[in-house]
């Protein structure tokens, strides 16, 4: 039986050379964008190397204590909450 045509790139991708990665990763990500709008914007949207505030951090920390001490909702917990 052949093989995923995805873990046949997978497999191609991981035996390039080096120098070459770079363009195959502008080809493949030009195909993909092709196809999506949304990927298009996403792909040419500059990268953001912005550190997180300490007030960011903070919230993060506390997102996750609420989490561990199992105080979150699901989704249909929400939807009903809202009517939604």
């Known amino acids: 039986m052949d093989a995923d045509p995805r873990e046949q790139l ?4 991981a ?6 990665v770079p ?6 990500t030009e195909l993909a964008a092709q196809r999506d709008p949304f990927l298009a ?3 040419a949207a500059p990268e953001e190397h912005e ?5 960011a951090r903070r919230a993060i920390r506390e997102g996750d204590a609420d989490i561990d001490a199992g105080r ?4 249909d917990e929400i939807e ?5």
């Not at 035996?15 to 070459?20: A, D, G, S, W």
């Not at 363009?23 to 493949?28: G, M, N």
Request: charged share 25%.
């Open 41 to 43: 914007s996403v792909l």
């Open 23 to 28: 363009a195959a990763l502008r080809a493949v």
């Open 51 to 55: 550190e997180l505030t300490e007030v």
């Open 15 to 20: 035996r390039l050379p080096e120098p070459i």
């Open 10 to 13: 997978q497999r191609l991708v």
């Open 72 to 75: 979150v909702h699901t989704i």
């Open 80 to 84: 009903r909450e809202f009517g939604l």
